[in-house]
C-alpha cells in the first residue's frame, strides 16, 4: 500500500521561502506522477503543482507559477514543492499526492485523478 507523508510546512513571513518534501514509500516511486495541493479555511482544495512519472513534465496553478516548484528524486523517493517569495495568500494545508499513469509524461490538476494523499503540512504566511 502505497503511503506519502508531507513535513516541511511552518510559519514564515511574507517574501521568505519553505521547501515542503514527500515521502513515498509502499510502492514503485517513478510508476507515479506526484501533485501538491492546498485547501485554505473555507475554501475547496485546489490545485497547486504537478509532475509527470519519468520525464519531468511539469505543470503549475497560475497563482504560483514563477515561485513554486515541484521535483522528484528517485534516488530519495521523495517530491518536493519548493515555495519562494510566499504571500499571505499562500496560507492553507498542503497536500502531497500521487497517481499512475500509462504515459510517462502525464500531469493532472484534477484531484479525482490522484489515488493516494498525504496527511497534509500546514503553512501560515504573515505580512
Known amino acids: 500500500q502505497v503511503h506519502l507523508e508531507d513535513a516541511g510546512g511552518g510559519s514564515v513571513k511574507a517574501g521568505t521561502s519553505l521547501r515542503l518534501s514527500c515521502a513515498f514509500s509502499?510502492?514503485?516511486?517513478?510508476?507515479?506522477?506526484m501533485g501538491w495541493f492546498r485547501q485554505a479555511p473555507g475554501n475547496e482544495r485546489e490545485f497547486v503543482a504537478a509532475?509527470?512519472?519519468?520525464?519531468?513534465?511539469?505543470l503549475y496553478a497560475d497563482s504560483v507559477k514563477g515561485r513554486f516548484t515541484i521535483s522528484k528524486n528517485s534516488a530519495e523517493n521523495t517530491a518536493y514543492l519548493h515555495m519562494y517569495s510566499l504571500k499571505p495568500e499562500d496560507t492553507a494545508i498542503y497536500y502531497c499526492?500521487?497517481?499512475?499513469?500509462?504515459?510517462?509524461?502525464?500531469?493532472?490538476?484534477?484531484?479525482?485523478?490522484?489515488?493516494?494523499w498525504g496527511q497534509g503540512t500546514q503553512v501560515t504566511v504573515s505580512s
Open positions: 499526492a500521487a497517481r499512475t499513469s500509462q504515459r510517462n509524461n502525464i500531469v493532472s490538476s484534477t484531484p479525482e485523478s490522484y489515488t493516494y
Open positions: 509502499g510502492g514503485y516511486f517513478l510508476a507515479y506522477a
Open positions: 509532475i509527470s512519472r519519468t520525464t519531468g513534465d511539469t
